[in-house]
């Protein structure tokens, strides 16, 4: 099974500062159709996880521009360039290049 | 627009099962792979299956190989989770969501759209 890592497991950030957040995977998510199956998403306090970033780098429709993926291989980062108060919630990266799996989720709060 | 419904969580006793239903609506759902992800209380998120389009194809996570079942019927836009011998650590928010099997589009992907989840509570 692939293992997903994120770091940090929680972050306090001012609004307005940027924020990143990291994934590693305990095996490249490169797949033979040249595609890198890594995602992300945010699930906000009592509600349903929702589709941030595809495909690495890919914005999902109605995703802000001020978050955008990158990496490659086993070593992704999510960043978010300017935080706002409606960005507090739980981050998470999924592998899907095997099935599926998460990393443990990141929590991201506004100090 | 799409919609994704979950039904038939509750308390459960240990050892018992439970069908868990996600009815779906707004998409034409036969052409579609469908996930069951799970969290535990406080938790955080963990894949549990997947299955295909037409059904034939079904996959697990190693956690719950053997206890559960997915299953769906495409002629009434259903798709089903079926566990059995249930355990304390199964113990979670079971949440359907649209698959692909594939690459994605800005507007159809993985895990794309999700239900509002369906506690069970394992427990005597």
């Known amino acids: 099974d692939i293992v997903m890592t994120q770091a940090p497991l929680s972050l306090s950030v001012t609004p307005g500062q940027p924020a990143s957040i990291s994934c590693k995977s305990s095996r490249s998510l490169l797949h033979t159709d040249g595609k890198t199956y890594l995602y992300w998403f945010l699930q906000k306090p009592g509600q349903s996880p929702r589709l941030l970033i595809y495909e690495v780098s890919s914005r999902f429709s109605g995703v802000s521009d001020r978050f955008s993926g990158s990496g490659s291989g086993t070593d992704f980062t999510l960043k978010i360039s300017r935080v706002e108060a409606e960005d507090v919630g739980v981050y998470y990266c999924?592998?899907?290049?095997?099935?599926?799996?998460f990393g443990q989720g990141t929590k991201v709060e506004i100090k | 627009e799409v919609q994704l419904l979950e039904s038939g969580g509750g308390l459960v006793q240990p050892g018992g099962s439970v069908r868990l239903s996600c009815a779906a609506s707004g998409f034409t759902f036969s052409s579609y792979a469908m996930s069951w992800v799970r969290q535990a209380p406080g938790k955080g998120l963990e894949w549990v299956s997947l299955?295909?389009?037409?059904?034939?194809?079904?996959s697990y996570a190693d956690s719950v190989k053997g206890r559960f079942t997915i299953s769906r019927d495409n002629s009434k836009n259903r798709l089903y989770l079926q566990i059995n011998s249930l355990r304390a650590e199964d113990t979670a928010v079971y949440y359907c969501?649209?698959?692909?099997?594939?690459?994605?589009?800005?507007?159809?992907?993985?895990?794309?759209?999700w239900g509002q989840g369906t506690l069970v509570t394992v427990s005597s």
């Open positions: 299955i295909s389009g037409s059904g034939g194809d079904t």
């Open positions: 999924m592998q899907g290049v095997h099935l599926r799996t």
């Open positions: 969501a649209k698959d692909i099997l594939g690459s994605c589009t800005s507007i159809t992907c993985r895990l794309d759209y």
